[in-house]
């Protein structure tokens, strides 16, 4: 397998480092705007197995020509270039993945859905972390009931040790970061698709020493395509964001005072972009780089040969020191190598664009998160 990794930051670092030590992997390209960072990447990370090249990811030309004679491309770039270089891979007859984040933008990549089967590729969006590996552990859950009622998805990266203004540090994109406060949030209630606002309905939740008490709160994106593809299947279907006590309530503030907006303002003669500073901002004076810790817990509730069930998911992943990549990396990056691995063997024999869990095996993807030691536990019961 030639496997293509479009980014050069934190999650095409750790995607670049697993495809390099996975057994089928003859070769990896990992290119970015930035040729040195490429490189960089390239030598520290890629097993002796990854080569480099330059790439502005705002021409898709450019990405058609680079990914020409690859299997298989992974975007690690912010999703607004995610749909141009789903296009760039199709015409260069490469299947496509990528870390997603934009209901909007998969949208638009599913559109394409036609094309990819003409082409006879498949085009799979939205396969980090959340959105990605919950919507298979959903379906695997899934799979062990007969009928499920609800979904409760929770999934938090935090740092092991909090401080600053939001005892919170930076551990992915900022500008993804930010889209999960702001837009709309999809749900399904009683069945029916209902869109909530973002920053609602915070929730106490407990996980295990050292982390104790923490919140939840609706954030968008988690979900993905899980909503429409459960329609009809499931009753109650929601996500929500983990976070130290506290965070949902400062973050509320710099929404309410405009902080989030693209839309200028004139400050001392200079019009300024209130979310262009605050991303800026969020750069400068967050945490980052510190020992960190990704937590899930994914609960379905319904009916196992006429009795009530529950079966419950639940990960606490933590920064490796050993490889240095850090929890949100690991759980992150893994899963949309595994993804891009399954496409490019022909494990996934599916064609067109497809969320993935109309078209991953969703045990054999947790048993390759298993063997790169994500843990993900899962614990059933019986319902009163």
Known sequence: MRCAVLGAGLMGRAAVWDLARSPGVERVLVADADGARARAVAQAAGAGRAVAATLDVRKPAAATRLLRGWDVAISAVPYLFNLGLARAALAAGAHFCDLGGNDAIVAAELALDREARRR?????PDCGLAPGMVALVVTAGMARLDRTRSVRIRVGGLPQKPRGPLDYQLVFSVHGLINEYVEPVRTLRGGKLVVVPPLTEVEALTFPPPFGKLEAFYTSGGTSTLPESLRGRVRDLDYKTIRYPGHCAKVRVLLDLGLTSWDEIEVEGKLVSPRGLLSALLMKVLPSGEPDAVLMRTVLEGVKDGRGRRVEYEMIDLADRKTGLTAMMRTTAFPISVVAQMLASGRVTA??????????????????????????RRRERALG
């Open 351 to 376: 064609r067109g664009a497809l969320p993935q869990e109309a078209c991953l095996p969703a045990e054999e993807f947790l048993g390759e998160l298993a063997r790169r030691g994500i843990e993900i």
């Open 120 to 124: 006879g590729l498949s085009l799979v």
